[in-house]
């Protein structure tokens, strides 16, 4: 095990310290604990028997011990040498704290709640999961990549799961900003990938996304992205796979030139932008959702001001309307599509 404290804490689940004991007794008796609770003990999240809370990040909620005792044995099982030793303690730990929790799920109730949306907290355990839904994947794999133009070292991240899959008879989409066309790495990937891979690209993508078998799926948790959510639900599913499907219909294939903005002088870039300034949005917001830096905005605003000859900012906004770039394209998400319609 390694990770924060471990070399304080050089102990498994199945014999925790005493600060350890303590502070998730309570977490069991009480449902949830403040994440303070735990700056003396950080083997409790190292191991996994605390996580956050998904409603307030500031609280961290217990592990079920009947889950604890299944990933327990899972790995007991793997060690032969020691199978019976350690077998006899994790059963005991769990039945000991299973015992402290009378408001707490058996095994098996409550599993929909509970498995529905799970808190991975930091990059390690993010990478984890995601190699495990890699692995259990057999279909299919759908995913928004938003930003600029993708580096290398990005993709090359994903790439042993993405060639796993490719192995496999996986079919993959895979939806990027305009911008991303740009990126030789990207087109580099797509070549090393071949047919396994369809891309596409957008004005503006939703923020990152990727989806499994449309049975669980993975999105960011906190702006820094070391944190994630891995999501179960039907429900939820259903609707990121329809927001998947609306965005990759109004897609253009990467092997497909961008459409013209219609007007003579205006890129269709700076068509996005003139609609995005329409709403009300400020330089580094349009930027963001465009996958380009702020400077390369702002030179698109001057050329734009320049080709509708206006002299300032609030003239600018008028001469977009005046000849028709204040109207983004709308989406709507269906509740449901047929899978004809996929």
């Not at 839904?133 to 993709?155: D, K, M, N, S, Y």
């Not at 990152?208 to 429900?235: G, K, Q, Y």
Request: net charge negative; aromatic share 4%.
């Amino acid at each position: 095990m390694t990770g924060h404290g471990t070399e304080e804490h050089p102990h498994g689940a199945d014999r925790l310290c005493a600060a350890g004991d303590r502070v998730y007794s309570r977490a069991v008796r009480r449902g949830r604990v403040p994440r303070r609770d735990t700056e003396q003990v950080p083997c409790l999240l190292d191991l996994a028997l605390l996580h956050p809370d998904p409603d307030d990040m500031d609280w961290l909620v217990p592990t079920a011990p009947q889950e604890v005792m299944t990933r327990l044995l899972r790995g007991v099982y793997d060690e032969v040498a020691e199978s019976q030793r350690r077998v006899g303690a994790a059963v005991a730990a769990v039945e000991w704290y299973a015992g402290l929790g009378g408001r707490m799920p058996a095994a098996g109730a409550g599993a929909g709640e509970g498995s529905a949306i799970r808190v991975l907290d930091g990059l390690a355990r993010i990478q984890a999961a995601m190699d495990e839904a890699t692995q259990a994947c057999t279909t299919e794999v759908l995913t928004v990549q938003p930003g600029g133009i993708r580096r290398e070292h990005e993709l090359s991240e994903g790439l042993h799961r993405a060639l796993a899959l490719r192995g496999r008879g996986v079919r993959m989409r895979d939806l990027y900003n305009h911008v991303a066309r740009h990126g030789q790495g990207l087109l580099t990937y797509l070549e090393l990938m071949g047919d396994a891979v369809q891309a596409r690209t957008l004005d503006e993508v939703v923020d990152r996304l990727i989806l499994f078998d449309r049975t669980v799926a993975f999105i960011p948790a906190n702006a820094e992205r070391t944190m994630a959510l891995e999501l179960r639900h039907p429900a939820l599913i259903s609707y990121l796979v329809t927001v998947f499907e609306r965005l990759w219909r109004l897609g253009v294939p990467l092997n497909a030139p961008i459409p013209d903005s219609g007007i003579e002088g205006i890129s269709h870039r700076e068509k996005s932008i003139a609609a995005l300034l329409a709403e009300g949005h400020q330089d580094a917001v349009i930027a963001e959702r465009l996958g380009i830096s702020v400077r390369t905005c702002r030179a698109h605003i001057a050329r734009l001001s320049e080709t509708l000859g206006a002299a300032s900012r609030t003239q600018l906004g008028v001469r977009i309307a005046q000849v028709g770039l204040d109207t983004p394209a709308h989406l709507t998400f269906p509740c449901q599509e047929s899978p004809s319609a996929r």
